[in-house]
């Protein structure tokens, strides 16, 4: 029996093991003699996919590592999903004969020798183009699917706040939800708190992970963002966070330091501020006395936080 392997991008993120497990199980439904759609990844499994898998019974589902194949071996028949770049997908991919892409992204340049059914759309998630196929189709969701989907969908949308959430993905996180019974909103955050249960809140990580730096009116100013669906563990390492905002203002030489802990949810972002805190206060016209202030809407470290400080 020959097997056609599908997977997402390389590191999956959530919608790509999902959408890997979903369209496998989709595709096995209607299989041509002979074939057999076996869902696989390339990377470990995020720790809230595998709470999503566990909360619908469905783990053995789970995608597996994509086997290793040799310079002996038939070249693998592949279908990609998530993705549809080389540089993304699985090592020799250039080699391999790819059937089929699903996708909600650029288009990245890969060839093949055959005409393959490419479905890209500009939705918010794949779990919502896959979500589709099934709705135009007469093969019924089983429930592990749905909420798989579900979970997708609400991951790569944050929740259907990013800028890349679509019509479609509302209505599609609708007609799912109302199937699973589940109230998205409280479902997706959820999902998002298993993400930081599993690795837990350290300062100096989350303070020099994509730190930039800015110069304005002669400060050396250092703006870092982190973004969560609650605030719990920020509140809970004020005093540490302080202490580490201190040391990396002094060792990187930066006049102002200020660390966005934006709220998704709420929409807004508590700004923390150490060293010249004046230049901080005429740019924002707010308070920082306390170190930190609630800024209701400002969620865009580049248009909010660094253009203010360049306002100075
Ligand atoms: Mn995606």
Known sequence: MANIYVFGHKNPDNDSICSAAAYTWYLNQDTQEGECYVSTRLGAVPPETAWLFEQFGATEELPAPLPEFGADDPAPAVILVDHNEYSQS???????????????????????????????????????????????????????????????????????????????????????????????????????????AATPFQAAAVLTNDLKEYKSNGKVIGIVQYENVDLDDVNEHRENIFASMKQIATSRGYDVFAFMATDIMREGTELFVVGETAFAETAFEVDFSTGSCWMPGVLSRKKQVAAAFMGV
């Open 90 to 196: 699985a090592d020799g991919i250039e080699d391999m004969d790819i059937r089929e892409v699903v996708d909600h992204h650029r288009i990245g340049g890969i060839v093949t020798a055959q005409p393959i059914s490419f479905v890209n759309l500009p939705y918010g998630s794949t779990a919502t183009v896959i979500a589709e196929h099934f709705m135009e189709s007469e093969i019924p969701m089983p429930t592990w699917v749905a909420g798989i989907l579900l979970g997708a969908l609400l991951t790569d949308t944050v929740i259907l706040k990013s800028p890349t959430t679509t019509e479609v993905d509302r209505e599609i996180c609708e007609v799912l939800s109302e199937a699973l019974e589940l109230d998205p909103i409280e479902f997706g955050m959820t999902l998002f708190k298993q993400r930081s």
